[in-house]
């Protein structure tokens, strides 16, 4: 049973757990013209069957193979994306390179993205911009290019739903992610200031807390405290010199163990590689060759 949560004309489709990892929840606009944004592994398996109508428009908010596994299901259609981040859609090596893992994690993940995500190389895209407006009739829709999570990372806001479905500013315990080589630490604070900023009746994540309409504001205070309680305690932890290698093993991001998640190593190093250059950029955190320490 499909849960559908409507707006006007504008339906959420939610996954199972509020789109859980590796479901997500995704978006379909039903008007003169019908689109849908980020084809969750729940609408691939539920092989399109989210709206009765044809698919005009197909939209990523970005390149991460959750949030398009069922472009497979729209071969026709180009694919709306951020030009920043098309190039990861028409390579499987661009979009592993964009996840810099070690090689042996590329190794292991190939297979997956192919077989559990269904990643196929395109080569149609269309270039959303900050600011491009999609008029499907009755309904407008708003590019807001908020980057960090990735370079060219998006948010659909339908301005008179008031609706601002966010992609993976999924507001969840665990954070925000800036992990990938087209990440960005300042950019994932700004894009969470503005999104603060907006005052958007009611929040759409790709990711578990699904609907957002009650202490929006507050919301997201909380999500972008996480990244500033991450950088006090890479403080904290940086009163002695300390090793890059040692920074990773701390866990500062991710704070339990997750055993059967292959790029914990990776997420950890290259999330705190942009703590460090920030901190370093700053004037409170120094290096050598081999260690970092609080100034």
């Given amino acids: 049973m499909i849960d559908v949560q409507r707006f006007g004309r504008v339906k959420v489709i939610l ?5 859980k990892y590796p479901y997500g929840n995704s978006i379909v606009v039903e008007d003169d013209v019908t689109a849908i944004i980020d084809p969750s592994l729940w609408v691939f398996e539920s092989n399109g069957k989210v709206t009765e109508r044809h698919i005009d428009l197909l939209f990523n908010s970005h390149y991460h193979e959750d949030h398009g596994v069922g472009n497979c299901l729209f071969p026709e259609l180009p694919l709306h994306i951020h030009p920043l981040d098309a190039p990861a859609l028409r390579s499987i090596d661009t979009i592993l390179n964009y996840y810099s893992m070690s090689e042996a994690v590329n190794e292991m993940w190939k297979p997956i993205m192919v077989e559990k995500f269904h990643y196929q190389p395109r080569d149609r895209f269309v270039d959303l911009h900050d600011g491009q407006v999609f008029d499907f009739g009755h309904t407008r829709m708003r590019i807001m290019h908020l980057p960090g999570h990735t370079g060219g990372h998006c948010c659909f806001f339908f301005e008179t739903e008031g609706l601002l479905f966010l992609g993976d500013w999924d507001l969840t315990w665990f ?14 604070i700004h894009s969470l200031q503005h ?5 958007a009746n009611t929040l759409v994540s790709f990711h578990e807390v699904g609907i957002c309409q009650d202490d929006q504001e507050g919301m997201i205070t909380r999500y972008l405290d996480i990244v500033y309680e991450r950088e006090r305690l890479l403080l904290e932890f940086l009163t002695s010199p300390r090793t890059l290698e040692e920074i990773v093993k701390r866990r500062i991001i991710y704070r339990k ?5 292959v790029w914990v190593d990776a997420v950890e ?4 590689l942009l703590h460090l250059q920030k901190l370093m950029n700053e004037g409170r955190v120094a290096r050598d060759e081999e260690r970092y320490w609080r100034c």
């Fill in 257 to 261: 163990e997750y055993l059967d998640v």
């Fill in 15 to 19: 996954g199972p757990k509020n789109g």
């Fill in 269 to 272: 190093k290259n999330s705190m």
């Fill in 195 to 199: 999104i603060r900023s907006l005052g």
């Fill in 175 to 188: 954070g925000p992610v800036y992990a990938d080589t087209t990440s960005s630490l300042e950019a994932t």
